[in-house]
């Protein structure tokens, strides 16, 4: 028997002129009512619309290395993404919003259906099709459909990707509606012929209002074995509130976690990407003449953020919602914008800054992390329990782990508990969590970890400041682990709830590129007799 933990946090989205809500949570966690409406037209089309991504790097304070991301996407952007508003919750009795979604909706046994003999571009999936594939049993509580169209998605956004998409008819959603399932996964770019324009049915709000996940756009799902026997689908962005976003979807063979399949698209910035370089930063070069002044101090030129905020900058987390109308101002479907920050919530960090050789990362590892590497993502896991040992403002020695560890092996992934993301986090300053001394980065080195995993983050202020609100962070823990492959996950939470010293783990973080900081959706789930 399998036990779930969900260990990600649910960020608060931050009203207007109120930037401090996700740290100081406002009353109002409820998106706004509309704030703006998206024509499409000939000059911008449904896919521009919907694949908007921007994200762009600024420094905390003046400190090199200290550089954290901030982007905004749409709720359907151009990759794996998630759908859910369920408005007859209170009928239903399934989840209100994405963020409020359990493990019944996003983890465990899938049933999958194929429809790739039988479906081709702008086809009409009908409830007779799916009856035709659809086992004799009831179905588990997640539906995957593959047709195969997903292997026709080009690498830049397309309209013809979009309209040409397969849908689903309204029988059809009504008979998975009234199956029984929680999740409905297919590899097409969208189900809902109100996008594509094949029709003007509400397949989203069928299934949604009958408390169904819609996830889409999936992919590889033709390398799923019978040994792929769970799914997990995280929801990187679980912003309160929020009606979709971005997925990472994983089919894992669960006797060996490190032979799985993802199913999700790699996520580019859109329309503008100038994050075509092969190393994860852009390698400083001078853009001034010598009678000209520079952009001191930051060589990645731009934004500068007060340092003695950061732990408000580096948090934000906005939703704007959207009506995307016809040319008769009429509307088609209504969307978000999600703003994001490198802390919004958990998150992975790797390899990601050192463009005067500083840290001493191998050039090779910086390109391996141009994106987190799949292998780093999903594995047998380890725990070492602190809690009763530090908390905040300790630092954390070998010593420590050592007494803790359970039986850590090569090719884990390290989880430290220390019981602060679930207290502390909120409201907090930045410099008042736990750190790993160096000799304990060099422990969980030797024992040769796959990533860590960490309810607080990694490094404390050296050196002190004399302002609690200010930390300095040289990174040496972060460079130590990064230069030698291991990722690190900061701020999960529920560590509490795990029971076992071992279990699986699998950290879906955003598929996105050249970024310092990947938010992600982590799951632990535990073997019991």
């Known amino acids: 028997m399998k036990r779930i933990i969900d260990l990600s946090m649910r960020p608060l989205p931050a009203p207007v002129g109120n930037g401090e809500a ?26 521009e619309i919907l694949s908007y991504y921007e994200f762009n ?3 905390s304070g003046v400190q090199a290395g200290e550089i954290f991301t901030k982007g905004i996407l749409t709720t359907k952007p151009y990759t794996t993404c998630a759908t859910y508003y369920n408005g007859k919750f209170t009928e239903n009795r399934r989840p209100q919003y994405l963020a409020d979604l359990t493990s019944d909706h996003l983890v465990g046994h899938y049933t999958l259906i194929d429809l790739s003999d ?20 009831k179905a588990e509580r997640i539906l995957v459909i593959r047709t195969g169209y997903s292997k026709n998605r080009p690498a830049e956004p397309s309209e013809k990707y979009l ?25 097409i770019r969208c189900m809902d012929g109100r996008y594509t324009g094949a029709s003007g049915d509400n397949i989203h709000g069928i299934l949604n209002s009958n408390g169904i996940l ?15 026997d769970w799914i997990f689908i995280g929801i990187p962005l679980p912003i309160r509130g929020v009606s979709g976003g971005a997925a990472r979807v994983f089919a894992v063979n669960m006797k060996k976690p490190t032979d799985f399949v993802d199913c999700s698209h790699e996520l580019e910035s859109y329309p503008d990407n100038p994050y075509d370089y092969d190393l994860p930063f852009e390698p400083p070069v001078t853009k001034r003449r010598l009678d000209e002044f520079g952009d001191y101090p930051n060589v990645l030129p731009g934004r500068i ?40 919530g958990t998150h992975i960090e790797a390899a990601f800054y050192d463009p005067w050789g500083r840290h001493c990362v191998p050039e090779e590892v910086l390109k391996r992390y141009v994106r987190i590497p799949r292998d780093r993502l999903v594995a047998n896991a380890c725990l070492l329990d602190l809690s009763t040992v530090v908390g905040p403002n300790q630092m954390i020695d070998s010593t420590h782990l050592r007494d803790a560890d359970p039986g850590l092996k090569k090719g884990d992934i390290a989880v430290i508990r220390a019981d602060y993301c679930d207290w502390f986090f909120y409201g907090t300053v930045s410099a008042s969590g736990p750190g790993l001394s160096p000799d304990a980065g060099m422990y969980l080195l030797e024992k040769g970890i796959r990533a860590l995993v960490c309810d607080f983050a990694v490094e404390k202020s050296d050196p002190v ?46 598929p996105a590129s050249h970024q310092g900081g990947f938010p992600a959706h982590v799951f632990a789930v535990e073997d019991w007799a």
């Open 163 to 187: 309209t040409d998409s397969p849908v689903l008819s309204a029988d059809a959603a009504e008979l998975i509606a009234a199956s029984g399932v929680y999740s409905v996964a297919i590899d």
């Open 22 to 47: 996700l740290v100081r949570p406002s009353l109002s966690v409820v998106p706004q009512p509309e704030l703006l409406r998206e024509p499409v037209s000939k000059e911008r089309s449904m896919s």
């Open 305 to 344: 953020e007060p340092r003695e905020i950061q732990g408000i900058t580096q948090k934000t987390a906005r939703l704007t919602p959207f009506s995307i109308v016809n040319d008769k101002q009429e509307t088609i479907a209504n969307e978000m914008y999600m703003e994001y920050g490198h802390g919004t």
């Open 57 to 59: 790097h600024v420094m």
């Open 465 to 510: 400041s004399s302002n609690p609100a200010i930390k300095y962070t040289p990174n040496k823990v972060h460079y130590l682990l990064h230069k030698n492959d291991i990722p690190v996950v900061e701020w999960v939470c529920n560590l509490k709830l795990i029971k076992k010293k071992q279990f699986t783990m699998a950290i879906c973080c955003l």
């Open 214 to 228: 819609v996830v889409e756009d999936l992919t590889n799902l033709q390398d799923i074995k019978p040994s792929h």
């Open 118 to 137: 039988s479906v081709q571009p702008k086809t009409v999936i009908t409830a007779d099709m799916l009856k035709a594939v659809m086992p004799k049993k």
